[in-house]
């Protein structure tokens, strides 16, 4: 096992094709899998090579170039409408976040909107899906920075519990939730991370502890059914997690087991907070039952490893993703700032008309 020692950054850009991460493969072995077209981009969100909602985001913005790299036309109009059919292979991946979508139609509108040659939309798709990238990193940064304003000011240093993967792996680098808890860290402020496993795929146990033993972090990993234990014994100063989408009133779908996460918090008094992008934010739905939550395929839930851990005649659920209510959420953390959910409507983009 060779890993890197430096900062993880799971969406690479590099000469003419996309590397990234296999995250299906951590923490046992670090590999880079190569993406050259758009039909193995989606596959690769659809598989979770790539994972976590502004990662995908990211290589779903270079899936689009990717895809319009292999549009065989030098005539505008054909392109574009070509490139709506691209747009949709991309959107069929992974329902539930939203920053997928957001950085298609960002995509589409860049393309759109630019006068010029067919080659010279090409250039300028590959320059917004660059720019995606970079801009998530800065984002990633600042959420790390606005988190650390919120959290309780007391002890001074602080116990944190987190949930699946919003770390460097699930975004362009550093990471939402991971970010807060990097900052804290960086700061001084944090004494431990406590990891929840996150069954069924094991998002917390696999990648976030990863991640914190890659830059010594102290973590501590817990299965999904220790954390109310965790926090009875006042282990526990505050809960940070992120978002796949945001409902304009703060209602928060993440990876399933949030929800319950977040009922234990408030029964013992501890804040729970939301670390996610503007991009993240969904204004065009009022609340969360409009969320669409991805349901995966039954092994996930019947399976661990090669072991079936079921008798066969057995019915199988699983939701990929659950719903917060807004009124379990201290602050939602954004780049701009921490607010609380009822507050979130004054980052809502004007309308143009
Ligand atoms: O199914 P996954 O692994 O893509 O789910 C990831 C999560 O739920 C993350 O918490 C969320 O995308 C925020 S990532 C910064």
Redesign the pocket.
């Known amino acids: 096992m060779n890993f890197p020692t430096n900062q993880v950054y799971p969406v690479i850009w590099h000469e003419d094709h996309v590397l990234l991460i296999d995250q299906n493969r951590l923490p046992n072995e670090y590999t880079l899998v190569e993406i050259s077209c758009c039909a193995d981009m989606a596959e690769a969100i659809k598989t ?1 090579i790539v ?6 985001g990211v290589a779903a913005a270079y899936g689009m170039y990717l895809g319009a790299r292999e549009i065989p036309t030098d005539n505008r109009e054909e392109f574009l409408s070509q490139l709506e059919l691209v747009a949709e292979q991309l959107r069929k991946t ?1 329902p539930t ?1 939203v920053n997928l979508f957001w950085a298609i139609a960002r995509m589409l509108k860049a393309a759109k909107q630019t006068l010029g040659s067919v080659e010279y939309l090409r250039e300028v798709l590959l320059k917004t899906a660059l720019e995606i990238n970079a801009d998530d990193l800065q984002t990633c940064k600042a959420i790390g920075d606005r988190g650390l304003e919120v959290l309780p000011s007391q002890p001074e240093k602080l116990h944190l519990l987190t ?5 460097a792996l ?2 362009a680098g550093y ?3 991971l970010g807060v808890v990097r900052s804290a860290w960086t700061a001084g402020r944090l004494a431990r991370l406590y990891a929840d496993e996150t069954r069924p ?1 094991l ?1 917390g146990a696999r990648l976030t502890s990863w991640e914190c033993v890659q830059e010594g972090i102290p973590v501590t990993l817990i299965t999904d059914n220790m954390a109310a234990h965790c926090m009875q014994r006042g282990l526990i100063d505050a809960v940070v ?4 989408r945001i409902a304009a009133n703060g209602d928060t779908a ?2 399933i087991g949030t929800y319950s996460l977040a009922l234990v918090a408030q029964a013992h008094n501890v804040p729970f907070f939301v670390a ?1 992008p503007l991009s993240t934010i969904d204004f065009a739905i009022a609340d969360g039952s409009q969320i669409p939550i991805e349901e995966r395929h039954p092994s996930e839930v019947y399976q661990i490893g090669e072991t079936i851990i079921c008798p066969p005649g057995v019915e199988f659920y699983n939701p ?2 659950d719903v917060t209510p807004a009124a379990l959420i201290a602050a939602i953390i954004t780049e701009h700032g921490a607010v609380a959910p009822a507050e979130l409507q004054k980052f809502q983009p004007k309308q143009v008309i």
């Open positions: 979770m994972r976590g909602a502004p990662a995908i992974r976040a949930h699946c993967n919003a770390g699930a975004t990471g939402t939730a795929r998002q997690v992120g978002a796949d993440n990876k996610a990929a993703f």
